[in-house]
């Protein structure tokens, strides 16, 4: 029943005093997943990583972990570390102490002990450090000391609470790298708390996007970022245009929407919206077409008229803001393609592909 | 001037009332105690400049000797008892006490307002044989008759637990207090039960206030002259006995500041042991 769910949690709340953390959070972990809770700060995933840990008990629900039950098991009981964002280390122990810490509990013998905290350094490129204390290395260091602590009795699952959060970008990018790497590598379940969506497009197999305690969408990476179900996720996730429309009609598997002036059908799989309800448009800058580019597409999508009122340049991409009237400003990005490029003030067409229009019921 | 110079200058002023203070007050009575120790003595105990060693001397008789052990031994049983009933309070105050904790402090400090003196005799009312408790316990017929409790060691140690019991708890308390959560979650993250976790984190980074709180007990336990005669009936004579004897009833001056100069040289030698502990304990962070 359970045949390859790592963490399952099964109608969760938590409750602190009158707030309510986290609610009716249902999940399931699959075995050897890199699985990531992202949201904005408040939004309850760190309270459900907790969750799962033990360091907090659920007001109601049910936490499984491989299969058990262990929803009032306290944290040391369960078979699941974690990577804190604060790394968390030890202050009094060396290195190899730190790292030596969850074996000694083990009861692990000393000869064997020995030789899984070197492979444990050595998989966190630390093995020339184990006799320097905490205080002595960069922040970088301690993640890496305290990733092998997390993972030298290879737990079921490993959770990272935003374990990268303290480290400047360069390095971040290279962690980033190194802990998918390594995943994948040991087999072993990850569940990743960040705010950085970047990062949780980057390293995950799987997103649960979660906002004020209740979880929005779970879904892989490309599927969130290009099938959002909802206003937050296509707002959350990179940016996005959204335009207003109405339902005309609704048919087997899609949707008659009206919008500027033009009615379009759209795919749809939900339960059906009933005509003259008021609906959303989504579609990324970088899928609108402008230009020639959308001469050539005119019947495939959304056409607008549009004057350029703001260009941005972000260095790979510009990002030009167009003034489309009733239907609002629509953002374009672009290659930059380092000519000249466009000017304010120029009036164009715009086309929104039907391929890339995602429409949201709001 | 130059401004280095200037903020130096104004460091020494503002340090000048403290140095003076000390100086005229604890340093220049230290001294006239270190030179009366290689003083003579004349008939009617009067002291007379000179230089003998004479008085050291006389501490390796038996006596002396006898009363230096018996002050060791009742400095280290206080010691050890303040530790064990001052670490569990502290733990609670820092821990688990919540917003309450502040106050619990100070209510540790209501007593220090009461004269030493008077608090002590209130354990000479309270342990008597017609006291608080003997009333208590023979009213419940738990006991026939009162029970004779003042005059033994145990009263002598109640009153010294009770006297120097907020000089282990505060100390442990401002190591605990700030100790970081988030390292017990991490230990018990890793598999340490409860009691692992204090074992294996807690209490190995509370040691440097315990270290202090032994060395706050121990040091005036050693020179407390009041509570066993008070509580203890007198009965075994320790340092600060000898010392008030010396001066003040045999008028042997002389011997009575070589036994204080010894104390001294001993609480300084355990300060030096302490803060080579601390300087190895923080060299951990």
């Known amino acids: ?362 | 001037m130059r401004r280095e110079r200037r903020e130096g200058l104004v460091t020494a002023l503002m340090l000048a009332p403290s140095v003076v203070v000390l100086g005229v007050f604890v340093l220049m009575p230290l001294c006239v105690v270190f030179a009366y120790s290689f003083a003579l003595r004349d008939a009617y105990g009067g002291v007379v400049p000179g230089f003998t060693l004479d008085n050291y001397r006389a501490l390796f008789e038996g006596l002396y000797v006898q009363v230096f052990l018996n002050s060791f031994r009742l400095a280290a049983l206080t010691t050890l008892l303040c530790l064990l009933v001052g670490y569990p309070v502290a733990y609670f105050i820092a821990f688990r006490a919540g917003r309450w904790g502040p106050a619990l402090l100070v209510l540790m400090l209501v007593p220090f307002w009461i004269n030493f003196l008077i608090r002590i005799s209130a354990w000479v009312v309270l342990l008597g044989r017609n006291g608080l408790i003997n009333a208590a316990l023979v009213g419940t017929g738990l006991a026939g008759q009162p029970v004779g409790m003042l005059g033994t060691q145990g009263a002598t140690l109640a009153g010294m637990v009770y006297a120097f019991l907020p000089l282990a708890v505060f100390p442990i308390y401002a190591a605990l207090q700030p100790l970081d959560r988030r390292l017990i979650e991490a230990g018990a993250d890793l598999g340490a039960n409860p009691a692992q976790a204090f074992g294996r984190i807690t209490l190995p980074l509370s040691l440097p206030g315990v270290l202090a709180a032994a060395l706050f007990v121990f040091v005036p336990s050693m020179g407390v002259f009041a509570i066993p005669v008070l509580l203890g009936g007198g009965k075994s004579i320790i340092l600060g006995n000898l010392i008030v004897q010396l001066f003040l009833e045999f008028r042997v001056i002389p011997v009575g500041a070589a036994v204080s100069v010894v104390m001294l040289v001993l609480a300084a030698i355990g300060i030096a042991l302490y803060m080579r502990a601390l300087a190895r304990i923080e060299a951990w962070r």
């Not at chain 1, 974690?82 to 280390?89: G, I």
């Not at chain 1, 959002?228 to 008659?256: D, K, M, Q």
């Not at chain 1, 402008?290 to 008229?305: F, I, P, S």
């Open chain 1, 1 to 362: 029943m359970t045949g390859g769910v790592a963490v399952r949690l099964s109608g969760v709340s938590k409750r602190f005093g009158a707030t309510l953390a986290v609610e009716g959070i249902d999940l399931a972990v699959r075995e050897g997943e890199f699985f990531t809770l992202l949201g904005a700060s408040g939004c309850g995933k760190t309270t459900t990583l907790r969750l799962i840990a033990g360091f907090d008990l659920p007001s109601a629900g049910r936490v499984e972990i491989g299969g058990q039950d262990v929803t009032e098991a306290p944290a040391y009981r369960r078979p699941v570390h974690t990577v804190f964002q604060s790394y968390a280390l030890f202050p009094h122990l060396s290195v190899a102490e730190n790292v030596a810490f969850p074996l000694r509990l083990a009861r692990v013998r000393a000869a064997d002990r020995r030789l899984r905290v070197a492979a444990a350094l050595d998989l966190v490129q630390m093995g020339g450090f184990a006799d320097r204390r905490p205080s002595q290395l960069s922040g970088g260091q301690q993640q890496r000391v305290a990733l092998a602590r997390a993972l030298v009795n290879e737990p079921r699952v490993l959770l990272l609470d935003e374990p990268l959060g303290a480290l400047d970008l360069k390095l971040r990018k290279e962690m980033q790298a190194e802990l998918k790497h390594m995943q994948k590598r040991l087999g072993i379940t990850f569940v990743f708390v960040t705010h950085d969506q970047e990062e949780a497009l980057a390293m995950s197999d799987r997103i649960a996007l979660m906002h004020a305690g209740r979880i929005v969408q779970v879904d892989a990476p490309e599927a969130l970022y290009n099938a959002p179900v909802s206003r937050y996720a296509a707002e959350f996730i990179g940016e996005t245009n959204l335009l207003p429309a109405t339902v005309a009609a609704a048919g087997a598997g899609h949707v008659v929407v009206a919008a500027a002036g033009q009615t379009l059908a759209l795919p749809w799989s939900g339960p059906a919206p009933e005509a003259g309800q008021a609906a959303t448009l989504a579609v990324r800058p970088e899928c609108v077409l402008r230009g020639d580019e959308a001469a050539a597409a005119a019947d495939e999508g959304l056409a607008l008229e549009g004057r350029l009122e703001d260009v941005t340049f972000i260095g790979s991409d510009l990002r030009l803001t167009y003034d489309c009237g009733p239907a609002g400003p629509v953002v374009v990005r672009v290659q930059n393609r380092a000519g000249p490029g466009p000017e304010p003030g120029e009036r164009l067409r715009l086309v929104l592909p039907r391929a890339a229009l995602r429409l949201l019921a709001s």
